[in-house]
């Protein structure tokens, strides 16, 4: 049976994704959900830490949990003992507001290359209506 992963690691599972506390996504209360052949998951909720003063999530965490979880993917894509990927660019477009609850991204990769990679991340609430478009571009450097 061929594998047709974007992993680095071949059999991955969520046990295997590194995730270091005292982290925001940590602070925030961000959490793997599901990781699949091409695409990884996490969720983030929808309180005091995350919402902004008119009661709904805040801009900046919505991108804070599309930046970890790209930024994550592009980690898993590497060969972390030889390379390192840092952010470049993201944006985001923020389609409805949320008050409360748990939200969920999903980065999907647009672009793998030698030395960027391009994730399409969707953030959806719990009733999987569209929260957030964004996209991560991430510099692949060798590791010094």
Known sequence: MVNNTIWFNKNISLNDIPYVEKTM???????????GQDYLKMSMPVDDRTRQPYGLLHGGASC??????GS????????????????LEINANHIRGVKEG???ATATKLHLGSSTHVWDIKIHDQNNKLVCISRLTVAILAKR
Do not use: F, P
């Open 64 to 69: 804070a949990l599309a930046e970890t979880v």
């Open 102 to 104: 748990l939200i969920i």
């Open 25 to 35: 996504g940590a602070h925030l209360g961000m959490q793997w959900v599901e990781i």
């Open 72 to 87: 994550v993917a592009s980690a898993l894509v590497i060969d972390t003992d030889k390379q390192i990927c840092v952010g």
